[in-house]
């Protein structure tokens, strides 16, 4: 189970890759693909989406690291 979701959610991140600054239209694709591998890994709704709501609130507009993969 752990590893299906480290694989998904691995992937997901794997999307930003290349951006230099977040924004609501390059991340919306990847926070998707996390709520549900979340989600089927039984994580509760409650949970995902209280999740879902602060990382959108602390990605957008934040810059990638240059030496920072997105995955870090």
Do not use: C, W, Y
């Not at 239209?25 to 879902?52: G, K, S, W, Y």
């Amino acid at each position: 189970m752990f590893d299906n979701l480290t694989r998904r959610v691995s992937a997901a991140l794997g999307q930003i890759g290349g951006k230099k600054t977040l924004s609501e239209d390059n991340i919306a694709e990847t926070l998707r693909e996390v709520r549900l591998a979340l989600l089927d890994a039984d994580v509760a709704l409650a949970v995902v989406q209280d999740f879902m709501d602060r990382i959108r609130q602390r990605a957008i507009g934040a810059e990638v690291g240059a030496s920072l993969s997105p995955a870090q």
